[in-house]
């Protein structure tokens, strides 16, 4: 059963940092490309940032440069380092794991709140 769990979410001020994270399991997570979305209230689901089971990495335009994911294949997990958040990066955000359009997993998602 694959499973994709995320943790890290919260309430912070801006200007604030969190650091989320998505722990995989029943699939072979270092040859899957890892993403994170986020959705606020009212608006689409939006990809955030990728990461290639190579290690390269692409940001959506508004959190380049505050944001980074990374990924530790030996622990299964994909992170994102948000720096410097605004009340505008609030959403639930969702780990999100791709090999074929018949292999990709959502998580449940974790709030993110930043207060102004």
């Known amino acids: 059963q694959v499973q994709l769990v995320e943790s890290g979410g919260g309430l912070v001020h801006n200007g604030g940092s969190l650091r989320l994270s998505c722990a995989a399991s029943?699939?072979?997570?270092?040859?899957?490309?890892m993403m994170w979305y986020r959705q606020a209230p009212g608006k689409q689901r939006e990809l955030v940032a990728t990461?290639?089971?190579?290690?390269?990495?692409k940001y959506t335009d508004s959190v380049k440069g505050r944001f980074t994911i990374s990924r530790d294949n030996a622990e299964n997990t994909v992170y994102l380092q948000m720096d410097s958040l605004n009340p505008e990066d609030t959403a639930v955000y969702y780990c999100h794991s791709y090999l074929t359009p018949r292999t990709q997993f959502w998580g449940q998602g974790t709030q993110v709140t930043v207060s102004s």
């Open positions: 029943g699939i072979s997570f270092s040859v899957y490309q």
């Open positions: 990461i290639e089971s190579g290690g390269a990495t």
